[in-house]
């Protein structure tokens, strides 16, 4: 593993089903992040974690939830699938220094029918 | 509220130069970001500024105006491989990036 790997690459996903996008980073970054892009929009926050054992919400949290129960791990979940939640997901990290930007895995797309 | 500006879309021919606009309104800030996303894949880090000023790497260049909540990123000897959606990002006074919606850049040859 080098940087992020997030899993599933793309799913299929029938309404009302439960789902996890996985996502892994070997780079020892405390912040790990969730985001959606939807076409026309910019990346929106679902849910971040500032270092292990802490998340918190971001701008668009609801119908997801988070887990960071160690540094490499950042488990994102959807309870109950719904169409609105079709999107790319992209799961990212950063270190802690100031001019560190963010890396990004190369994303899930989801699809829900 | 917070709020990123960026022009949808722009077209550019092989060889010349570019200047990719972002405007800003945010709750505090304590950086810029430019990221470069090819269709189909993630983001990657351009560029950061935090100071006002011209921050140059290779054919990319970076401004940042802090006062006027105003930034360019400067592409020069545009090449094919450079069409991409360039996105600006602010760093609230939570430190939560706030992420405009992206600029297409079409490279005509």
């Known amino acids: 593993i080098a940087g992020i790997t997030q899993a599933p690459t793309s799913q299929i996903l029938a309404a009302g089903r439960r789902m996890t996008l996985r996502c892994t980073q070997d780079?020892?970054?405390?912040?790990m992040y969730w985001y959606r892009q939807d076409l026309g929009l910019g990346l929106r926050l679902i849910h971040y974690?500032?270092?292990?054992?802490?998340?918190g919400k971001g701008e668009v949290p609801d119908g997801y939830s988070v887990s960071r129960a160690n540094t490499d791990d950042f488990p994102l979940t959807l309870a109950s699938a719904v169409p609105s939640q079709t999107s790319v997901y992209f799961c990212?990290?950063?270190?802690?220094?100031?001019?560190?930007?963010?890396?990004f895995g190369s994303g899930t797309r989801l699809t829900v029918v | 509220g917070q709020n990123i500006d960026q022009p949808t879309e722009m077209t550019a021919t092989e060889g010349a130069i570019v200047q990719i606009n972002c405007t800003y309104q945010?709750?505090?800030?304590?950086?810029l970001f430019w990221y470069q996303q090819h269709a189909g894949e993630a983001p990657t880090f351009l560029s950061y500024?935090?100071l006002d000023g011209l921050e140059e790497k290779g054919r990319f260049s970076s401004f940042l105006s802090r006062s006027k909540g105003y930034s360019y990123l400067l592409l020069k000897e545009l090449q094919m491989k450079d069409s991409a959606s360039y996105l600006c990002?602010?760093?609230?006074?939570?430190?939560?990036?706030?992420w405009g919606a992206g600029t297409k850049l079409i490279i005509k040859p």
């Open positions: 990212a990290s950063s270190d802690s220094g100031e001019g560190h930007g963010y890396t």
């Open positions: 780079m020892r970054h405390n912040a």
């Open positions: 974690s500032n270092t292990a054992g802490t998340t």
């Open positions: 945010t709750s505090g800030f304590n950086g």
């Open positions: 500024n935090v």
């Open positions: 990002a602010v760093r609230d006074s939570n430190y939560q990036l706030i």
